[in-house]
């Protein structure tokens, strides 16, 4: 729950009306000044900086000036081998320049640090490359289906608990083209108010009848299903065909839990699977709740299996109707053999079935790097909402000249996040989202919290900050920018304190 100060909310909305008014302005004048020449305007990136969501804790970033046409994101992926650290290297060019400045990369859903080189994984999806080529060229039900794929429905579906799995080639159409073969005219669709944009579009697209209900709140959810339930179809009143309650396991803009109501019947897991629970199960285990209470399990392989896709896990009644009747795979090209082989290698290694317990280590490293940055983070007087074992935390930042500031001057400083703003948050609610990785080691973390409480900046001079800590730099950046809503918790020993005491 956001605890917006009245005084924040002001600011940010006087802050947005000085904006649009200035835009308007701009537009007034630029109308009158430009009436006699011709038209010439050039598209523009909407992005403000480079940003990162590739996988790796170290990306490069490139950056420069704009170039007439407007900035062109170019993503080059360096040179990966087996025997590389599992640390991807990425160089991001936003303009013509040849400037590049490594920063850790705070922003990609490498949870797991699987989308890197790894000791396992690589080498068989360079022997399903050469087996199987890059692509099927074909839908499942011609020529696209390979053993690999068969063997990756049979393991999702071991993997979460359920008797079978479908697998769709990118995760926002599993939930797009899923929802509309589940349901249609004459259902009832409730859904969460937070929930992604690819459930709103499979909802809308389905031609039933959506109600929402207010975000994690069963009350209010009980509440929607005993009046649509006592009042039935529109105008017609007549018993709804069938109901779907959708709800996520980790809200990608919040890094809240869901708390699973009994009605429950379809849980998107993109956040939670892989990343979450004692063995990676998701928020189905870490909540405690049998699998088989959840109707339908999405979940996709784009996060934590370091791969591309996603699957849909049901009872074998459920998987048979959407194999006959969902566009997305009757006429949708199959999963690339070798990303296909990615998550199968992945998945073996969190269950253990590599040989060693890298798996296992993984997922207490995740676990342990979450909890430690959050309890970190809030400790500085950050305002920072999610759960704990969520490895998304997002760091509150309201007023929108907050959003370039915080950004930039991260990036100034070698590190690289992802901020969110309307129309992907309310327009109150912009906010800096942090993601965590296995691959962030606790040493690196621990390392960074030798600077972290120093005097508190208000101005940021010349300093060389190449190698500055992570911690050292938000915390740097928060006073700078004015983001730390909450006072600073002097009760409590952080991490560097304790060093310092050791020392």
Not at 364 to 381: P, T, V
Request: positive net charge; proline residues 6%.
């Amino acid at each position: 729950m956001v605890r917006l100060p009245y005084v924040t909310a002001l600011t940010t909305l006087f802050s947005y009306g000085l904006l649009f008014a200035f835009g308007q302005l701009r537009d007034f004048f630029r109308r009158i000044l430009d009436a006699h020449k011709p038209s010439n305007l050039k598209a523009r990136c909407p992005c403000p900086r480079p940003c990162s969501y590739l996988p790796g804790p170290i990306p490069a970033l490139v950056h420069g000036p704009t170039p007439p046409r407007g900035a062109m994101l170019q993503i080059l992926l360096a040179r990966c081998s087996v025997s590389r650290p599992p640390f991807l290297t990425v160089d991001f060019v936003a303009g013509r320049t040849t400037k590049t400045s490594k920063c850790l990369n705070l922003g990609s859903y490498n949870y797991l640090g699987f989308a890197a080189a790894d000791e396992y994984c690589t080498p068989r999806v360079i022997e399903s490359l050469k087996k199987y080529s890059a692509s099927t060229c074909s839908v499942r039900v011609d020529g696209g289906n390979t053993k690999l794929h068969t063997e990756l429905e049979e393991l999702a579906a071991r993997f979460v608990g359920k008797p079978a799995a479908i697998l769709f080639g990118m995760g926002y159409v599993t939930n797009s083209a899923i929802i509309p073969a589940l349901i249609g005219k004459g259902g009832l669709i409730i859904s969460d108010s937070l929930n992604h944009n690819s459930i709103v579009n499979g909802a809308r697209g389905s031609g039933a009848t959506v109600r929402v209900f207010q975000h994690n709140n069963p009350a209010h959810l009980e509440e929607v299903l005993r009046e649509q339930i006592a009042g039935g179809q529109p105008r017609t009143h007549r018993p709804w065909k069938k109901i779907i309650v959708i709800v996520e396991g980790i809200y990608s803009m919040e890094g809240e839990l869901c708390k699973l109501p009994e009605a429950y019947t379809y849980l998107d897991e993109a956040h939670s699977i892989g990343a979450i629970g004692k063995t990676g199960r998701g928020v189905c285990e870490l909540l405690g709740v049998d699998p088989a209470d959840v109707d339908i399990m999405m979940g996709t392989f784009t996060k934590s299996f370091g791969s591309c896709g996603g699957y849909i896990a049901a009872s074998k009644e459920i998987i048979h109707h959407l194999k006959h009747t969902c566009p997305a795979h009757i006429y949708a090209t199959s999963m690339s053999p070798p990303a296909v082989q990615q998550v199968i290698s992945a998945i073996k290694v969190i269950l253990g079935e590599d040989g060693t317990n890298r798996g296992a280590k993984k997922l207490a490293q995740i676990r342990e790097n979450s909890n430690f940055f959050r309890s970190e983070l809030q400790k500085m007087g950050f305002e920072v909402l999610g759960d704990n074992d969520s490895p998304v935390m997002p760091i509150m930042l309201y007023n929108p000249a907050k959003i370039p500031a915080f950004s930039r001057e991260c990036l100034r400083q070698n590190v690289a996040v992802v901020t969110v703003a309307f129309p992907a948050t309310p327009l109150l609610l912009a906010r800096a989202r942090i993601c965590i990785s296995a691959s962030h080691s606790r040493e690196d973390l621990i390392k960074g919290l030798e600077a972290t409480y120093s005097v508190v900046m208000i101005t940021i001079q010349v300093i060389e900050l190449n190698f500055m800590p992570i911690w050292q730099v938000i915390s740097k950046v928060g006073d700078l920018v004015g983001i730390k809503y909450f006072p600073v918790e002097q009760e409590k020993s952080t991490a560097v304190e304790k060093l310092k005491k050791i020392q």
